[in-house]
C-alpha cells in the first residue's frame, strides 16, 4: 500500500501536489488506472484511482473513504531542539511512527540550539505519517519559551523528565490510563534546578525514565512508546 498526502483533498478528482505527482509518475510508475491511497492528515484515508498521470500534475477519482476515529487521548511532548538539528528531526520521524499527536520545541535555560525551520519538520513529519500508513498528520508547534509552556493550560497529566532523579516513580508507573499528556523534555544540559522548580509549582509531576542516561531524543523517543503502548493496552 503506497499512501500520500494532500492537505486539501476535493470530491470526486482531486488534483496531487507536484511532490506527489512527481513521485507517483517518475518513481513508482504509476499509469491511468492504478489505484492508491490518499489522506489529508485529518484522520480520513481515500481510495482513489489515477485518471491521468504527469510529473507535475497528476489526476485522481476518488472511489471510496474511510474516516478514523480521533484518539481521545492526546499525546503532546515539548521537547528542546538538539544542538545536531539531525537528531532532532530523527526524534520527529520515530514519535511520528508511534503515535504521537503534538510536538512543541521548547527553549530552556540550557538550550543550545533556539532557532528550528518549521516548514522543514513539517515534511518530516508528513514523510513519517506516510511511511507509517497512519492518516493523522502530527501537530508541530512554533518555538516556545520553558516558562511560557508551563504556564499554558492543558487538561491531562503534565509530566517533567529530567537526568538527576532521586526517588520518583517511572512513567509507566505515574500515568493514569486513558489521560491526555503533556510531557517535558529538557536539551543536552538538562533543565535547570529553577526550571525543575517552576514546573513543580506549575503541577508538573517528576518521573523517571528508566536507569539509564538518555539523549534528549531517545528519550523523546522513551517517552512517546511508554504513553502509547500503555494507551493501547
Avoid at 511512527?97 to 525551520?117: A, F, M, N, Q, Y
Avoid at 508547534?141 to 537526568?163: M, R, V, W
Avoid at 532523579?165 to 491526555?180: F, V
Wanted: with cysteine.
Amino acid at each position: 500500500m503506497n499512501l500520500f498526502y494532500s492537505p486539501d483533498i476535493e470530491q470526486p478528482f482531486h488534483q496531487l501536489p507536484e511532490e506527489e505527482s512527481k513521485h507517483i509518475h517518475r518513481v513508482l510508475r504509476l499509469m491511468e488506472g492504478d489505484e492508491l491511497f490518499l489522506t489529508n492528515g485529518k484522520g480520513v484515508i481515500y481510495q482513489c484511482e489515477i485518471s491521468s498521470a504527469s510529473p507535475k500534475k497528476c489526476m485522481v477519482r476518488i472511489l471510496s473513504t474511510e474516516e478514523t476515529q480521533a484518539n481521545p487521548v492526546q499525546l503532546h511532548i515539548a521537547i528542546a531542539p538538539t544542538k545536531n538539528i539531525s537528531r532532532f528531526e530523527w526524534f520527529l520521524e520515530k514519535a511520528t511512527e508511534i503515535g504521537i499527536d503534538e510536538i512543541t520545541p521548547l527553549i530552556c535555560s540550557h538550550s543550545e540550539r533556539k532557532v528550528v525551520k518549521t516548514d522543514r519538520l513539517n515534511k518530516i513529519l508528513i514523510t513519517a505519517m506516510k511511511q507509517s500508513l497512519k492518516s493523522r498528520l502530527p501537530k508541530i508547534n512554533q518555538t516556545t519559551s520553558f516558562n511560557e509552556l508551563i504556564h499554558k493550560g492543558f487538561d491531562g497529566q503534565k509530566f517533567i523528565a529530567y537526568c538527576e532523579t532521586g526517588n520518583e516513580d517511572l512513567l509507566q508507573k505515574a500515568y493514569l490510563p486513558g489521560s491526555s499528556t503533556l510531557i517535558l523534555i529538557g536539551p543536552e544540559g538538562d533543565f535547570s534546578p529553577e526550571e525543575i522548580e517552576q514546573a513543580k509549582q506549575a503541577g508538573f509531576i517528576p518521573v523517571s525514565l528508566g536507569n539509564s542516561r538518555l539523549r534528549t531524543e531517545t528519550a523523546g523517543v522513551v517517552a512517546c512508546h511508554t504513553i502509547c503502548l500503555l494507551t493501547q493496552i
